[in-house]
């Protein structure tokens, strides 16, 4: 094998290295497949297993809701600051999320 280039065992093609993610940056170790094939890998995962990353989704923004509830861009400065009545945010967030719900990839990413 040549130095700088990798072989994937997925699409068979002998690639440079750039074309393999890093596993560990830090010690240099790349990933098996290529990058193609990686994210093909990926892709196909999350389309046979969707409602596994759509309930993850769903558990994130649960545990992280009550934290934006508390908080709101106040106009007077446009910083973040305590809100004074975090039921009506809480509404407010919860009638986009509902109806962003089948985009819904993250409204507090
Ligand atoms: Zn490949």
Do not use: W
């Amino acid at each position: 094998m040549l130095a700088g280039v990798k072989t994937c065992p997925r699409c068979r093609q002998e690639l440079p290295l750039a074309e393999f993610n890093f596993k560990n940056r830090a010690r240099g170790r790349r990933q098996v497949y290529c990058r193609a094939c990686s994210r093909a890998y990926i892709r196909d995962h999350y389309t046979r297993n969707r409602q596994y990353y759509i309930d993850k989704a769903f558990a994130r923004k649960g545990r992280e809701l009550p934290r934006l509830h508390e908080l709101v861009i106040l106009p007077e400065t446009g910083h973040m600051g305590p809100v004074e009545r975090p039921d009506e945010v809480a509404a407010a967030l919860l009638a986009l999320s509902t109806a962003g719900q089948a985009a819904a990839t993250g409204l507090a990413a």
